[in-house]
């Protein structure tokens, strides 16, 4: 199929300036995000800050009739000018995609053996070849009884254990960026925590970059060596994961911590943000979160503030926490 | 009267051969916020449903203001309409589409409070919860979600209950408006002296709202004590692993796994003793 | 899985254009049907009635008879006129009587449940198993002929078509959250499911109504044209079909194409209409979803 498939390139995902609006309704400005070999980065937003389609667009998936604008790159390859076909290519060798719900993501009529294995014959797998991988990818994401399991509906399964078999699909083409949308949100605590671990163990042995959507600020500072911060279509923060709790740039990321309730340590206040998530299209000028935030000036009505350094972390902030005023 | 506002004896639910809620009991006094948390199939929201006369038990009972309840009665189920009203997770599905927030909020007014103004106190109920009386005119649908909650509580507000059963109220909105609604919640305990019971899956939240908690595991409470207590030294295997899974600063992946082992341990070493008793 | 992104939803729910122009010359041409049958008497230039030898069969544009006269000579427009009270007001009585009797059945089964609901969808499927004309026409023939047993046996045969979806649309209206919601403020089954479930699923009801008008239009005029339905010196446009029997036979088939394409031009409205309230029905849900 595809005689080099080696690629030498260290970055597994580039997005660069990327902005996608609808119709004339912008929903994405002017975005980016670096995914590194073995990396995992998250990206954090409430509802309409557009992590979801930032991660969507690394496959090509982009709402009908969205125009945009800027550059995603697969393992070195343009997606956002890619033929059908190649764009089908870089679905079936370069990135894999695992969704928030495993029962919505798979076909309830189809077993588990045909799902895993349907995706190797397509491209000339041998059929008993194709169910040797699959069994062996069942045991590694931790079914019981894989051989059993390959001839069970998805009804059979509980959500944890059908988040594995997705995610045991994902990985079946070996591919260099696993995107993660809110793979955990449907999931109890505790599964959860199987999960995510499944997750990293797996993706360190391969060294696939990974991009974890989530709304769980502590999720993503936990388990992700960077974190890109969203809101209203753009990114306002890139921070180390562990930087994010101790020293957070941006208002709107400090915000959400003190207003994320915590089980560890004494029981703090809790401080809510004023008004709701915006989108992009009824955000005001300037600074997208300057309605809501508490050092909001004049100077943050003007244009929409650029990226600075501030510690370890990229703030696009006109006065970042921490520094005084 | 200084007793329990609501008391919950061994609460037994059964849908068919499935035992969903296994002798559940706990006494809640006025004004007090109690916590049941749990995971899917822990049947806390069997539990939640049964309070609010949604489902009757098989066995057990519900006692509010010292009045067993029995959720066949009309009668009865106004008079318990009156202490006790719920909120949903849902805040999109819990309004009917056609009708105005107001015109939502007025109908329990009309119903238990038949032949007084009700426009003042709308616009009363909506102030209270942080709503501006325009909003009383729009359809569910144009609010977002936090309003939406809101207004929800502005209308079990009206009928000024004891009680307030909560289900997930939090659970599908974003975190910084979980935290207005969380607010709001306080406020309101302490202005009105309502009682809550919160069920949640998040330990988190419920530490915010509630003193004392249970937490249930496959239908039985597995542990119950003031909440902080729990959460600084949890006592039961189950509860431990609850706790370390949840992700923040410095989260072990192989504690999780060991609390886990532990769990499995233990419930090996009760199921004996499970089958000796009759 | 698809992704909805708020922000886009509220332009996908604008209707299109040309829908709505189709929809308003259905609305007109109902319109005017209504306007027919009610200013018949004024409308008409003849009695319907009225025979005169000399103009039978006389083709559509001759003097005095601008739609042609049949073949004893009566004026075709002023039958048509008069003929539009019946054919319109019969179907209504059949989707008013099934509608009432659908609903009422549909409700009870789906929120009774049980063994209730088990009765009630049973006996709507052995109703179901009937086809409607041969009931209409098996009720004819122990009531005789006219007009109101056709119309009770096509409300009954109709009734489970009406029945199936309220129960469907109420059994998925009921599980919304805001039917429980309602329950624990204290509020009884039967003011819940009348005064919040029903209005919820009403655009439902009448969009399966109108098509329900459509199909009972047809199987009136079918049994008018039988012979069955209408009975003279009454007339409905099924009915002036079978007198124009001779008429098509002597070669002048205008007295009967008149009312065919009326019955037509009718069912197609209705059809429109209905079509269009189903699809603002499943904007709506989508909105709500």
């Keep these: ?325 | 009267m200084t007793g329990p506002v609501l008391r919950v004896t061994s609460l037994v639910k059964r849908f068919g051969g499935f035992t969903a809620v296994d002798g559940v009991g706990f006494e809640l006094p006025p004004g007090h916020s109690l916590g049941i948390v749990g995971e899917s199939g822990s049947g806390k929201t069997t539990t939640a449903r049964i309070l609010a006369g949604l489902e009757t038990p098989t066995s057990g009972t519900v006692e509010l203001d010292g009045r067993v309840l029995d959720a066949r009665s009309r009668r009865d189920r106004r008079w318990q309409a009156r202490r006790l009203q719920m909120i949903f997770q849902d805040p999109h599905g819990s309004f009917d589409p056609r009708l105005t927030i107001a015109q939502s909020i007025a109908e329990p007014l009309r119903l238990h409070a038949p032949g007084t103004d009700h426009r003042a106190r709308v616009s009363e109920l909506l102030e209270q919860v942080g709503l501006s009386a325009r909003l009383g005119g729009a359809l569910p649908r144009d609010l977002s979600g936090g309003q939406r909650q809101r207004a929800a509580i502005a209308r079990a507000l009206g009928i000024t209950p004891r009680v307030l059963v909560l289900d997930e109220a939090v659970a599908a909105l974003d975190v910084s408006i979980q935290a207005q609604i969380l607010g709001l919640l306080a406020d309101l305990r302490r202005d009105a002296g309502i009682a809550y019971v919160f069920v949640s899956h998040d330990l988190a939240v419920v530490r915010h709202v509630t003193e004392t908690a249970l937490v249930m595991r496959h239908g039985r409470v597995v542990e119950s004590g003031p909440t902080e207590e729990i959460l600084r030294a949890p006592a039961h295997p189950y509860t431990r692993l609850l706790l370390d899974s949840i992700p923040g600063p410095g989260w072990d992946l192989e504690r999780v796994a060991r609390d886990r082992r532990a769990l499995d341990a233990a419930d090996h070493a009760a199921a004996p003793v499970k089958r000796a008793a009759p | 899985m698809t992704l909805t992104i708020p922000a886009l939803r509220a332009r996908r729910t604008r209707p299109r254009k040309r829908g709505r122009l189709t929809v308003r010359c259905a609305l007109g041409l109902l319109g005017l049907a209504a306007c027919a049958a009610l200013f018949a008497p004024v409308l008409a230039p003849h009695s319907p009635d009225a025979t005169s030898l000399s103009a039978s069969l006389a083709p559509p544009g001759t003097s005095g008879y601008w739609l042609g006269a049949d073949s004893t000579g009566r004026d075709v427009l002023s039958r048509l006129l008069y003929g539009a009270r019946l054919s319109l007001l019969a179907p209504l009585g059949v989707v008013l009587l099934s509608g009432v009797l659908g609903t009422a059945l549909g409700l009870l089964a789906a929120r009774a449940g049980g063994w209730a609901d088990a009765v009630v969808s049973r006996s709507m499927d052995v109703v179901f198993a009937f086809p409607s004309l041969l009931l209409a026409m098996l009720v004819v023939a122990v009531a005789g002929p006219g007009l109101l047993a056709p119309i009770c046996a096509l409300a009954v045969s109709y009734t489970p078509f009406i029945g199936r979806i309220v129960r469907g649309a109420a059994l998925q209206e009921g599980a919304r959250p805001y039917v429980e919601a309602y329950r624990v403020m204290g509020f009884g089954e039967l003011t819940v499911t009348l005064r919040h479930l029903l209005p919820n699923i009403a655009p439902l009801l009448a969009a399966q109504s109108a098509l329900g008008f459509g199909y009972a239009l047809v199987d009136l005029a079918s049994l008018s044209y039988l012979g069955l339905g209408v009975q003279p010196p009454n007339a409905d446009w099924g009915s002036m079909i079978n007198q124009a029997r001779g008429a098509i036979l002597q070669g002048s088939p205008w007295s009967a194409i008149v009312p065919g394409v009326a019955v037509l031009l009718t069912v197609v409205s209705v059809n429109v209409l209905g079509e269009h309230i189903s699809a603002s029905v499943a904007r709506r849900q989508e909105v709500k979803g």
């Design chain 1, 1 to 325: 199929m595809n005689p080099d498939k080696t690629d030498k390139t260290d970055t597994v995902l580039e997005i660069a300036g990327l902005s996608l609006a609808v119709r004339g309704t912008p929903l994405l400005a002017d975005v980016t995000l670096r995914v590194a070999r073995g990396e995992t980065v998250g990206l954090v937003g409430e509802s309409g800050s557009g992590k979801s389609l930032t991660v969507r667009s690394a496959l090509g998936m982009l709402p009908r009739g969205a125009r945009a604008s800027g550059s995603v790159a697969v393992a070195g390859e343009q997606v956002l000018t890619a033929s059908p076909r190649a764009l089908r290519e870089i679905r079936r060798t370069r990135a894999s995609m695992v969704f928030q719900d495993p029962r919505a993501a798979l076909n309830p009529v189809r077993r588990i053996g045909d799902y895993l294995t349907e995706g190797l014959r397509a491209r000339g797998v041998p059929r008993r070849a194709a169910e040797a991988r699959a069994l062996d990818l069942l045991e590694r994401v931790g079914i019981r009884d894989p051989r059993g399991a390959l001839r069970r509906f998805p009804h059979e399964f509980s959500g944890g254990m059908l988040q594995r078999v997705v995610i045991a699909g994902a990985l079946a083409t070996e591919p260099a960026l696993l995107l993660a949308d809110e793979p955990t949100t449907a999931l109890d605590v505790t599964t959860q925590a199987e999960v995510v671990a499944l997750l990293r163990g797996l993706q360190r042995e391969h060294g696939t970059g990974m991009v974890f959507v989530t709304h769980d600020l502590d999720l993503a500072a936990a388990i992700c060596d960077r974190v890109y911060v969203m809101y209203a279509g753009r990114t306002v923060e890139e921070a180390p994961g562990a930087a994010l709790f101790g020293a957070p740039g941006h208002p709107y990321t400090r915000a959400l911590l003190e207003a994320s309730p915590s089980v560890r340590g004494e029981r703090a206040e809790l401080r809510a943000i004023a008004g709701r998530p915006r989108a992009l299209a009824e955000a005001p000028t300037g600074c997208a979160f300057r309605d809501r935030c508490p050092k909001a000036a004049d100077a943050c009505a003007a244009d929409v503030p650029a990226a600075i350094a501030h510690g370890l972390s990229l703030v696009a902030c006109l006065d970042p926490e921490g520094t005084g005023r």
